[in-house]
């Protein structure tokens, strides 16, 4: 049975946005993998997945009611607003200099990574190396969370429900940064402890 050519490419993106130094300032190239990465890579899909199946499950919104058909519909309302967000956050961090992406703090301790984690949800280095307001990232999860209201449902296309969407498009970027800070090490104490 042969992989799907689409496969083979999502392992290369994957590797590529890897193999970059953090240290380095992102490359456009590196821009179209986060965006790639950050919109239909595992963390993202995974999420999404939890998403849908919670707004499935208490009917949210009710306009797609609660069976395969309205957690599709969730999946890819949930997944055009994650794209539309990202696309907004690296074009406009090419502009005023923004990394978008999270970089670890392995072999800090706990508590510092728990920080880390954190306060880059806010903020971003710029092509210097330097801290600073994440201000493309702003403009994304806002921008987009009021842009959706022109292809959400009408119980859910107001500016209540925008404001709302803004502070889990923040908390998704945490619970993403927590991941990304922590799994590695889940992974390699799980996986490779009989070894």
Not at 36 to 52: D, E, F, H, Q, R
Not at 134 to 141: D, E, F, P, V
Not at 155 to 165: F, I, L, P, T, Y
Request: aromatic share 12%; charged share 20%.
């Amino acid at each position: 049975m042969r992989a799907p050519a689409g496969v083979f490419v999502f392992c290369f993106l994957a590797g590529a946005a890897q193999a970059q130094n953090p240290a380095d300032p992102i490359t456009g190239e590196g821009r179209v993998k986060w965006v790639v990465l950050n919109t239909v890579g595992p963390i993202s899909l995974a999420g999404g997945v939890v998403s849908s199946a919670w707004g499935t499950l208490f009917d949210v919104p009710r306009e797609y009611d609660t069976h395969w058909d309205g957690f599709g519909k969730r999946y890819g309302m949930r997944l055009t607003g994650v794209a539309t967000s990202n696309a907004m956050e690296a074009g406009l961090g090419t502009l005023w200099g923004e990394d978008p992406r999270y970089h670890r703090t392995q072999g800090e301790p706990f508590g510092a990574r728990v920080r880390n984690v954190v306060k880059m949800t806010f903020l971003a280095r710029n092509d210097y190396g330097e801290i600073v307001p994440a201000y493309a990232r702003y403009a994304g999860i806002a921008g987009s969370s009021f842009l959706s209201n022109t292809w959400r449902p009408n119980s859910q296309a107001d500016a209540g429900h925008a404001v709302a969407r803004i502070g889990l498009g923040f908390l998704g970027r945490m619970s993403g940064n927590a991941f990304r800070e922590f799994w590695p090490d889940v992974r390699e104490r799980v996986f490779h402890a009989g070894r």
